[in-house]
Nanobody
Framework: QLQASGGGLVQAGGSLRLSCAASGSIFSINARGWYRQAPGKQRELIAAISSGSTNYADSVKGRFTIFRDNAKNTVYLQMNSLKPEDTAVYYC??????????????WGQGTLVTVSS
């Protein structure tokens, strides 16, 4: 189970930090990341982290940073220099192996980020 938090309303140029905590019968997590879906648009992958490597969509590169705390099973998305076009519902995801050695893929519930101009 993934629990996302940290969304809200911020002015353009401001910052927000999203969090996504994983819980349950997790043996290991392979990859984690964030998607977002703006009104009328498709869901897009914006940041991912796996085995220490990170990848970003061009639209957020240099402004967003993904990092994780393995001890807390939590992944974060630090968002700086926010723009109105960053307004979207942000979803975290994770895939890995359960304690029963079964692969899993899971989504968080989504958290709304609104950037005002």
């Amino acid at each position: 189970q993934l629990q996302a938090s940290g969304g809200g309303l911020v002015q353009a140029g401001g910052s927000l930090r999203l969090s996504c905590a994983a819980s349950g019968s997790i043996f290991s997590i392979n990859a984690r990341g964030w998607y977002r879906q703006a009104p009328g648009k498709q869901r897009e992958l914006i940041a991912a982290i796996s085995s220490g490597s990170t990848n970003y969509a061009d639209s957020v590169k240099g402004r967003f940073t993904i990092f994780r705390d393995n001890a807390k099973n939590t992944v974060y998305l630090q968002m700086n220099s926010l723009k109105p076009e960053d307004t979207a519902v942000y979803y975290c995801f994770a895939d890995g192996i359960t304690t029963g050695r079964v692969p899993f893929g899971s989504w968080g519930q989504g958290t709304l980020v609104t950037v005002s101009s």
